[in-house]
Nanobody, 121 residues
Framework: QVQLVESGGGLVQPGGSLRLSCAAS????????MAWYRQAPEKQRELVAR???????NYADSVKGRCTISRDYAENTVYLQMNSLKPEDTAVYYC???????????????WGQGTQVTVSS
């Protein structure tokens, strides 16, 4: 099993910044892709950013130019730097990893429990 633990969420004023972290642990064989999703109340979960093992990234249109996803491959950790935050960014942010464990050759999606980000004055 692979465990994901997020940190770095909190309350920030509009225009402020936050840096989210997600550390993967457990019986990891390989992590192919790591990503951040978010879900606001009464809304569907949406992809925020994704990064693969080649360093290729994808961003939601709503955060392009304001967010940067990065990854520490040696530590199995992914980060999301969020700048110029808006009230619309308020949501629970979930870490995602597409990975295989030592007990299986098949990759699957793993999820963290989420960290709250609130943007408000």
């Amino acid at each position: 099993q692979v465990q994901l633990v997020e940190s770095g969420g909190g309350l920030v004023q509009p225009g402020g910044s936050l840096r989210l972290s997600c550390a993967a642990s457990g019986s990891i064989r390989v992590i192919n892709t790591m990503a951040w999703y978010r879900q606001a109340p009464e809304k569907q979960r949406e992809l925020v950013a994704r990064i693969d093992n080649s360093g290729s990234t994808n961003y939601a249109d709503s955060v392009k130019g304001r967010c940067t996803i990065s990854r520490d491959y040696a530590e199995n950790t992914v980060y999301l730097q969020m700048n110029s935050l808006k009230p619309e960014d308020t949501a629970v942010y979930y870490c995602n990893a597409y990975a295989s464990s030592r007990w299986s050759n098949t990759a699957r999606n793993y999820w963290g429990q989420g960290t709250q980000v609130t943007v408000s004055s």
